[in-house]
């Protein structure tokens, strides 16, 4: 009986062993447990004329149906750009196009020079037919440069032709309110001069014979005129709030000074007289470097794909315990496009020749499906860009991750490769 339990047991214990060393010894599994997937690259280029023009008329917002629908989206990258055409600095919609002043005009004896003279100081002096105004002192002229981009000396040419201009229309309303029987068929009032100084980068503007006031610091209306898209009231900004601040401006108004000289000259070495003036002269100079480049950079926001962070600008509390306005988004755009002088120097443009991208969008997990895009293209303080209609395109490259069945290659590469 002892004999039989031992012979049982045995047994047993070799089949234990058996398949113990079945189970764990196995080194052939007949199907391996790896996954093997492939990334694929894909390019996808999009012209802003590709948009729908009566849904999207703007080109700095638009949104487009994909060729196909792209699955399985692991990467978004943006790897070319051409921005070739001029980008205005000055634009209504950027409100930076209108300035304001006022005018003391001189003591004039009527005889004592031309009849247009005589007209002009008449209303200048006695501006009570216009606006309520009260001697001519009251009264506000309006000037507005035209938009486009601008060389410092185009700049100057056009804020001289202005300033003039400003208070020839001003006579030439008054003239017409008035009952003169002789209305002047010709105004030219020329006492306004600019200069550009090249070697301090900052702007002078005179006036050889009335003394002025430069409103710098009111607010001007830009509700008169269609916007082309809904851009944010610049006024409260700290940088580009308006036109002064890229003439070298801060934001308050500035009383003109008398030169006593009734000379100002430029120049270190020889210097060389500008402007002179019999009688008076008056002038301000700008504080700071005249600024009419503009934003060197746009930012590329993709709808629900952005990834990178910005800080938001403007701030004047980050330090304060309480009432801080630091403020910070996260996944605010998806690439920075920086824009570079173009060939004519006639304003900034981007191409991939002399650009530098490094962006990508990575996504975990991937995006299923992909079939429409929506872009937005902006400055880092949130105004649209204004294209101006006209067109440009880019290239964005779409990493697709697809499973496959691994196949090992043996591949002989023959010499003459």
Same mark, same amino acid.
Request: negative net charge.
């Given at each position: ?30 199907? =391996? ?20 023009? *009566? ?96 060389? =410092? ?23 017409? *309110? ?55 009231? *610049? ?47 008056y002038y301000v100079q700008s504080p700071f470097i005249l600024d009419i480049y503009g934003d060197t950079a746009i930012y590329m926001e993709i709808e629900k794909m952005n990834s ?110």
């Amino acid at each position: 009986m002892a004999q039989e339990h031992k012979s049982t047991a045995n047994n047993s214990a070799k089949f234990s062993s058996s398949q113990l060393n079945f189970n764990l010894n196995n080194a052939h599994q007949l199907i =391996p447990r790896e996954q093997t997937f492939v990334l694929d690259r894909k390019l996808l280029t999009i012209h802003s004329e590709d948009r729908d023009l *009566v849904q999207w008329p703007n080109a700095n917002q638009f949104e487009i149906q994909l060729p196909t629908t792209y699955t399985s989206v692991s990467t978004l990258q943006l790897v070319e750009c051409n921005i070739t055409t001029t980008n205005y600095t000055f634009s209504r919609e950027y409100q930076n196009t209108k300035f304001s002043f006022k005018l003391f005009p001189s003591e004039h004896v009527t005889g004592s020079g031309s009849a247009m003279d005589d007209t002009i100081y008449y209303f200048l002096n006695n501006g009570d037919t216009v606006e309520g105004g009260d001697g001519g002192i009251s009264n506000t002229f309006y000037a507005e440069i035209s938009e486009g981009y601008y060389t =410092p000396q185009q700049l100057v040419n056009e804020l001289e032709y202005k300033l003039n201009r400003s208070v020839e229309a001003f006579i030439i309303k008054a003239d017409a *309110v008035d009952d003169n029987p002789n209305r002047l068929s010709n105004v030219t009032y020329s006492h306004f001069r600019v200069h550009y100084d090249g070697v301090t980068q900052r702007l002078l503007i005179a006036n050889n014979r009335d003394n002025f006031r430069l409103l710098f610091g009111v607010a001007q209306d830009y509700t008169g005129y269609v916007k082309k898209c809904d851009q944010p009231i *610049v006024w409260g900004q700290s940088s580009r709030w308006g036109l002064p601040f890229f003439l070298g401006f801060s934001r308050q108004n500035y009383d003109a000074v008398e030169e006593p000289s009734k000379e100002i000259h430029f120049g270190s070495n020889r210097p060389s007289l500008w402007l002179s003036a019999p009688q008076h002269l008056y002038y301000v100079q700008s504080p700071f470097i005249l600024d009419i480049y503009g934003d060197t950079a746009i930012y590329m926001e993709i709808e629900k794909m952005n990834s990178c962070d910005e800080v938001e600008p403007y701030r004047s509390s980050t330090n304060k315990g309480r009432g801080n306005d630091f403020n910070g988004t996260v996944n605010s755009y998806f690439a920075k496009i920086p824009l570079n002088s173009n060939a004519t120097g006639t304003g900034f443009a981007a191409s991939n020749s002399y650009m530098y991208l490094y962006n990508m969008a990575q996504f975990n997990p991937v995006i299923d499906k992909l079939r429409r895009l929506k872009f937005t293209m902006r400055y880092h303080d949130g105004r649209l860009v204004d294209f101006r209609d006209t067109n440009f395109n880019f290239t964005i490259s779409l990493g697709q991750i697809h499973d496959e069945i691994a196949r090992n290659y043996i591949l002989r590469v023959p010499n003459k490769f």
